[in-house]
């Protein structure tokens, strides 16, 4: 055999295995298994993110019910026999019902009109106050309510959302591990075909001539330091050019390559010729 064809023949085997190597990438079983990788892990992830938000919500509500100044507010002025609202209300309820039921009425001047039994109790300024006072509670009141009733219903929401994740994910779960089991399958075959070739490489790679192995090395070397794309060392000569770099090729070098028996390197990128 000429002495350069275990050279190129280690080349097309090292191109085989690179190309075979590269080809997993793009097999149904890698792709599959990829893709329901990147779907378990995104739901896994909306779910932790939902968690997080529900944990901070939970701090925000136990802000407003525990410890806060507006639940401190909310106890003296609420709740209790001796909160501020109950107190006027026992001192004063009874009045500003009956003026809410118009029962009560007052002229401008803030005479009260129309029932003397109350004249003794209540002038007409605090019936004035109070319809300030009780509006300011039952604002605050409705605010508290209209709060807590939020936070309820994002609670609600979240644990839905939550229950839903779960059912996503357990799915998702599912179709990973089939996923799986195929990838796991399709690599056990590819890594067998891989490590065929590479014995195969390794076969050619022994038995190339040292003198031209370390030709082949020193070429291959220069391409790397160059950090060149293309890595080939062996280049055929097509038309009296270097197929690869398209250099011509004088026909006084193409002779001295014999029937494939000497290293003749290429003018311009230095790869070793054959014809
Ligand atoms: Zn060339």
Same mark, same amino acid.
């Given at each position: 055999?000429?002495?350069?064809?275990?050279?190129? =023949?280690?080349?097309?085997?090292? /191109?085989?295995?690179?190309? &075979?190597?590269?080809?997993?990438?793009?097999?149904?079983?890698?792709?599959?298994?990829?893709?329901?990788?990147?779907? &378990?892990?995104?739901?896994?992830?909306?779910?932790?993110?939902?968690?997080?938000?529900?944990?901070?919500? /939970?701090?925000?509500?136990?802000?407003?019910? %525990?410890?806060?100044? /507006? #639940?401190?507010?909310?106890?003296?002025?609420?709740?209790?026999?001796?909160?501020?609202?109950?107190?006027?209300?026992?001192?004063?309820? =009874? &009045?500003?019902?009956?003026?809410?039921?118009?029962? /009560?009425?007052?002229?401008?001047?803030?005479?009260?009109?129309? %029932?003397?039994?109350?004249?003794?109790?209540?002038?007409? %300024?605090?019936i004035k106050e109070y319809e300030v006072v009780f509006a300011?509670?039952? #604002?605050?009141?409705?605010?508290?309510?209209?709060?807590?009733n939020g936070f309820i219903a994002d609670f609600e929401k979240?644990?839905?959302?939550?229950?839903?994740?779960?059912?996503?994910? @357990?799915?998702?779960?599912?179709?990973? %591990? #089939?996923a799986q089991v195929k990838y796991d399958d399709f690599m056990?075959?590819?890594?067998?075909?891989?490590?065929?070739?590479?014995?195969?490489?390794?076969?050619?790679?022994?038995?190339?001539?040292?003198?031209?192995?370390?030709?082949? $090395?020193?070429?291959?070397?220069?391409?790397?330091?160059?950090?060149?794309?293309?890595?080939?060392?062996? @280049?055929?000569?097509?038309?009296?050019?270097?197929?690869?770099?398209?250099?011509?090729? @004088?026909?006084?070098? @193409?002779?001295?390559?014999? $029937?494939?028996?000497?290293?003749?390197?290429?003018?311009?990128?230095?790869?070793?010729?054959?014809?």
């Amino acid at each position: 055999m000429p002495r350069l064809n275990c050279l190129i =023949e280690y080349q097309d085997k090292e /191109i085989e295995l690179v190309r &075979y190597k590269a080809s997993a990438k793009s097999a149904d079983a890698v792709k599959n298994f990829n893709k329901a990788k990147d779907d &378990y892990d995104k739901l896994v992830g909306e779910k932790q993110n939902l968690e997080e938000k529900t944990e901070k919500l /939970i701090v925000e509500f136990n802000k407003l019910t %525990d410890d806060s100044d /507006i #639940e401190k507010d909310f106890e003296y002025t609420f709740v209790g026999e001796d909160s501020e609202y109950e107190t006027l209300m026992r001192l004063y309820g =009874e &009045y500003f019902d009956a003026f809410k039921r118009g029962e /009560i009425k007052y002229s401008e001047d803030g005479e009260i009109v129309n %029932d003397e039994k109350y004249e003794e109790y209540i002038t007409a %300024d605090e019936i004035k106050e109070y319809e300030v006072v009780f509006a300011d509670f039952q #604002e605050k009141l409705k605010q508290r309510k209209k709060r807590i009733n939020g936070f309820i219903a994002d609670f609600e929401k979240a644990e839905k959302k939550l229950d839903e994740y779960d059912k996503k994910i @357990s799915s998702s779960k599912k179709a990973l %591990d #089939e996923a799986q089991v195929k990838y796991d399958d399709f690599m056990k075959a590819f890594d067998k075909r891989a490590a065929e070739i590479k014995k195969e490489l390794d076969a050619a790679a022994k038995a190339i001539p040292t003198d031209i192995k370390n030709q082949f $090395n020193i070429v291959r070397k220069l391409k790397k330091e160059a950090k060149e794309k293309d890595m080939r060392v062996m @280049s055929k000569i097509v038309d009296g050019k270097c197929s690869i770099c398209k250099a011509p090729v @004088s026909k006084e070098k @193409s002779k001295a390559i014999g $029937n494939n028996e000497n290293v003749v390197f290429c003018d311009n990128c230095e790869r070793i010729l054959y014809r």
